[in-house]
């Protein structure tokens, strides 16, 4: 099954690969390596998904947020890839970033959120290392920012 159709079965909408806000690209190809930058956790209706996990937000809801900056990766990576997804060999990392209270320490469980949706569109070519950090503060109040690394065939 084509990763097309797997999107299509796990019945996901992606959203609008946006271009960036700041001085920086939104994806860069370097050889076969794809660098997306970080992608921050907006819903569904465009709205921000905002606040510090362990405070307004519990680990579900962190899981959900990261899960949309997976949602956002997928799209830039299709849109670099001139909407053919085909031409991806793997996920090689994400890192995750959760705006989280000083003592929260489940920061794995959140980014599991980008994790399991990667894993679930692009199988064993979604596996990927990955990095979960703790931050004090996100862009924009956002409560999660996740970043990739894709090669390509």
Do not use: W
Not at 14 to 36: C, D, H, Q, R, W
Not at 47 to 76: M, T
Not at 98 to 125: C, H, R, Y
């Amino acid at each position: 099954m084509n990763y097309d159709d797997k999107i299509t079965e796990l019945k996901i909408k992606l959203p609008e690969a946006k271009p960036p806000v700041g001085n920086y690209v939104a994806t860069k190809l370097s050889g076969k390596m794809l660098f997306i930058s970080g992608q921050i956790s907006i819903d569904e209706n465009g709205q921000l998904i905002k606040g510090k996990v362990g405070k307004e937000l519990n680990i579900e809801a962190g899981y959900n947020a990261a899960k949309r900056c997976a949602l956002s990766i997928i799209a830039q990576v299709k849109k670099a890839c001139d909407d053919d997804l085909s031409k991806i060999k793997s996920c090689v990392k994400l890192t995750g970033f959760v705006n989280s209270t000083d003592d929260f320490t489940d920061q794995p469980k959140v980014i599991n959120g980008a994790s399991d949706l990667i894993a679930s569109v692009f199988g064993e070519a979604g596996m990927h290392t990955r990095a979960a950090v703790s931050t004090n503060s996100l862009p924009l109040g956002v409560s999660v920012e996740v970043d990739a690394i894709f090669e390509l065939n």
